[in-house]
């Protein structure tokens, strides 16, 4: 079966700062997947490269099978992607800005499937309301709307429960695992280590573009005296990078 | 087809929302230009055999009215998106960059061709205008605004910050659009202003543009539709580069 996420080398440089340094990665279809590391550890950066937002120095990377620069339009209908950042465009409402980005993958008429993410996500009678009006978390989840609406088979959420209150943070999961269940690929990033042991069953850490621990979580809490990741990723991020 | 169709629909949407500042603000100071110069110029002499100031003066303004918000609404766009981070929505999806380019050319044209139609016919509840060849009216109101768009649209890319939208705007677009012979004919500028006049692009635009409404130009409107054609070819090529590059869009 190709892997949902194959990455060869990957390498990211922002003039002589390297981001990414030669990242090898393969994440299975139907995984649930976490990267983890610290804050500027590569993971944003790596998203970035997987989607196109930003592109590589060196290296390849594949979504589905397809490259992501040289056939970057079925890598980008492959993947669905919830970006960090809390954007919106304030000119429209929540069924506009689903619809334009329905259109934006070449979909046209998809409004039930639109109806049922907003269902699934507690949206629906938020539909009408302009962007602006809605509350932080309200907003996160129509960037997650916003990542499905074209039905692809690989998830991105980088970080998508920052900043959310717990119950939402609950319903996020269900709708999420759900979505897993159903088939698709999840690549999680979160800062949030109770939700990477919960939820995924791979775990690649990152620490200063380097990925330095590549397993399955139960292989890590293995690792761990009291048997949980925090113990784990604290003592990853003491171990010193190889160069 | 779907993508370009869903992206241009949603530039339009997005002026049209807001047409008080987009569409109705420059007809306001557009015909205000128009009031106060044909008002203070009324006593001047005719400018080509037969052609009042005042009538003179309204396809330039017009013209300056489409490329000014031609300008604006790519660069507009395109500087707000980038600035609040939203450009992330059209940068993640299939898009190729000739779907990108058109589709906020064609907004941008849309929005000026709205903006000088509306000073056109205004202007005819209190001017005669002739309509010598209507053809050149709309192959100079055309490519002039895609000129305008796509600079917008280089502009808009290489802004960082709205700052830099400004000086672009204030430095660049407003002057070269004022001193393109809106106001006046070029032959009536002295050595070496004529000659300098002559090395603004925007000058062909307005003056192959009026040639449409007066059969009468300060130059050949074949030479203006040659160089206005040919500087909207660079500048379809500079965009297209860019975007293929991903300069300033994609790290």
Redesign the interface.
């Known amino acids: 079966m190709i892997p949902a996420i194959e990455i060869r080398g990957a390498e990211k440089r922002f003039g002589h700062l390297l981001a990414l340094n030669s990242i090898d990665l393969t994440i299975d279809q139907g995984e649930f997947f976490a990267l983890l590391g610290p804050n500027g550890a590569g993971k944003t950066t790596l998203i970035n490269l997987l989607s196109g937002l930003s592109r590589p120095t060196a290296g390849s990377l594949r979504v589905m099978g397809h490259d992501v620069t040289l056939d970057y339009k079925n890598a980008r209908k492959s993947l669905g992607v919830v970006p960090q950042e809390l954007v919106f465009d304030p000119f429209f409402s929540v069924r506009e800005t689903l619809r334009i980005q329905s259109g934006y993958f070449g979909i046209s008429n998809n409004d039930d499937w639109i109806d049922e993410i907003l269902s699934n996500l507690q949206l629906s009678d938020k539909a009408e309301n302009n962007m602006r009006t809605l509350s932080g978390g309200m907003k996160r989840r129509v960037l997650i709307a916003q990542a499905l609406v074209h039905r692809p088979p690989v998830i991105v959420l980088d970080e998508p429960t920052a900043g959310v209150d717990v119950e939402l943070r609950q319903t996020l999961w269900q709708f999420i695992k759900r979505l897993n269940q159903d088939g698709h690929t999840i690549l999680l990033t979160t800062h949030y280590l109770e939700e990477a042991e919960t939820l995924c069953n791979r775990i690649a850490i990152l620490k200063k573009g380097n990925l330095i621990r590549l397993d399955t979580t139960e292989n890590l809490l293995k690792e761990s005296i009291t048997g949980s990741l925090e113990e784990v990723f604290v003592s990853v991020m003491q171990e010193k990078v190889k160069s | 087809m ?2 370009f ?3 241009l ?2 530039e339009i ?2 002026f049209w ?2 047409s008080f500042q987009t569409i109705l603000a420059p007809l306001v100071s557009t015909l205000l230009y128009l009031v106060i110069f044909a008002h203070v110029l009324s006593t001047h002499s005719d400018i080509y055999p037969g052609v009042s100031y005042g009538v003179f003066l309204i396809p330039g303004l017009m013209m300056m009215a489409m490329l000014q918000n031609a300008f604006a609404n790519s660069s507009s766009s395109l500087i707000q ?1 980038k600035v ?3 450009l ?9 960059e000739l779907e990108f380019y058109w589709a906020y050319v064609v907004a941008a044209m849309i929005r000026g061709m709205i903006v000088g139609t509306v000073v056109l016919l205004t202007s005819l509840f209190f001017f005669k205008l002739p309509f010598a060849n209507p053809l050149w009216i709309i192959l100079f109101g055309c490519i002039s605004t895609v000129v305008a768009s796509t600079l917008g649209i280089i502009a808009g890319i290489a802004a960082e910050k709205f700052d830099q939208m400004a000086a672009w705007q204030n430095f660049i677009i407003v002057p070269l659009t004022f001193l393109s012979g809106a106001f006046y004919s070029i032959s009536s500028l002295s050595s070496p202003w004529n000659t300098i006049s002559r090395l603004n692009p925007f000058l062909y635009m307005i003056d192959g543009f009026r040639y449409g409404f007066f059969s009468h130009s300060d130059v050949s409107p074949w030479l203006s539709l040659t160089i206005v054609g040919g500087v909207g070819l660079v500048l379809l090529w500079i965009t297209l580069s860019i975007l293929k590059s ?1 300069w300033r869009l ?2």
């Open positions: 779907v993508g169709k869903t992206l629909i949603k949407m997005r929302k807001v998106s609040t981070g939203n992330v929505f059209i940068l993640l999806t299939p898009l190729s991903g994609r790290g």
